[in-house]
């Protein structure tokens, strides 16, 4: 037996294509705009308040006494923390940094950053209890922990400036947001929201939200259109253009911002360079230096917290000794 399909029924079921098209299309559309939601009220809702800390028996490492600490907020969001202060110093009260730099050092580095007189370190890892070097294959399995963590991380640095505002041998007036790579664009949104933190700095950091990520998988998705793909859906995924840092940066004024970067980055676009810099008030300043991004190397993490202590160092100096 033969059917045959009339001009009616043709134009039936192409409308019907045609409605479940629309359907899903504006699906996807309504799942976007979902996913691209104002940040703002998970990170009020995360950040909530200090609810409990542990901390471990400090160690003595080099020169330095470090103690390992946990931070829990009342939301249940739970951060670990690093802190590290010289044997050397006598002064009560210090001022402090809060230090967030790649996601594979975490509160590491507090043992990484080398000798750091006249300062308490806070180096904080990021709320991420995924695997930090996913394949190919299972990257978008930790999507959903991925888009957490990055939404986590603001409010996650909100409380570690509780936590420090708590101690003894913090100057409360002199608290310092240092975001080093990936960790400059959150610090940025923290101290936009967060007045505690008396200057920011971005160390090797840009603006936008795709570049970035895209250079951050290159080390676990070689393929190049994969890669891009991947960058693609996780930005939108994880809120990226909600959460590119140069829209936040302008609120940190008039606190002063900082931004320092290497003259022959591979991994950040001059252009999103600039643009993080351009969306920032004054007091602003840039400073450039020599070689590649930072990898970790010992070398460049030394001429980063050289730049940055002696700027830490010398403002508490000055208001030691009555200065302004």
């Known amino acids: 037996m033969v059917y045959h399909v009339g001009p009616t029924s043709q134009r039936a079921v192409k409308r019907f294509f045609l409605l479940v ?18 940040p703002r009220p998970h990170f ?10 542990e901390e471990r028996v400090p160690v003595v490492a080099g020169t330095a006494l470090i103690q390992s600490v946990r931070l829990t907020a009342t939301s249940g969001l739970s951060v670990e923390v690093g802190i590290r202060r010289e044997l050397a110093d006598t002064a009560r009260r210090l001022p402090a940094m809060v230090v967030l730099g790649g996601h594979f050092t975490g509160a590491e580095a507090a043992r990484l950053v080398g000798t750091t007189p006249g300062v308490v370190v806070a180096a904080m ?22 888009r957490g963590a990055f939404l986590d991380t603001p409010p996650a640095l909100m409380l570690v400036a509780d936590y420090l505002s708590r101690r003894a041998d913090v100057d409360t007036t002199r608290i310092e947001a240092v975001g080093v790579s990936l960790g400059a664009p959150f610090v940025t949104i923290a101290a936009s929201l967060d007045e505690r933190f008396s200057r920011v700095w971005a160390l090797h950091g840009s603006g936008g939200s795709y570049a970035p990520l895209e250079a951050s998988m290159r080390r676990t998705i070689g393929f190049g259109p994969l890669r891009a793909l991947s960058a693609g859906i996780a930005n939108v995924i994880i809120s990226g253009p909600r959460l ?6 302008a609120s940190i004024a008039p606190r002063p911002f900082i931004m320092v970067n290497a003259e022959e980055d591979e991994r950040l676009p001059r252009a ?14 840039q400073i450039w230096m020599s070689g590649g991004h930072v990898h970790g190397d010992a070398p460049t993490i030394e001429r980063l917290v050289a730049i940055v202590l002696s700027r830490v160092t010398a403002d508490a100096a000055q208001a030691a000794s009555g200065g302004t």
Do not use: C, M
Not at 21 to 38: H, K, N, Q, S
Not at 244 to 249: F, M, T
């Open 44 to 53: 009020e809702h995360r950040r909530s308040e200090l609810a409990h800390v």
């Open 272 to 285: 999103a360079v600039e643009a993080l810099y351009a969306g920032a008030l004054e007091p602003k300043e």
């Open 125 to 146: 890892s990021y709320p991420f209890d995924g695997n930090p070097r996913p394949s190919a294959a299972t990257f978008l399995r930790q999507i959903p922990r991925i």
């Open 21 to 38: 098209t629309a359907g899903l299309v504006a699906a996807g559309a309504l799942f976007v705009l979902f996913l691209l939601r104002d």
């Open 244 to 249: 590119a840092p140069e829209h936040w940066v």
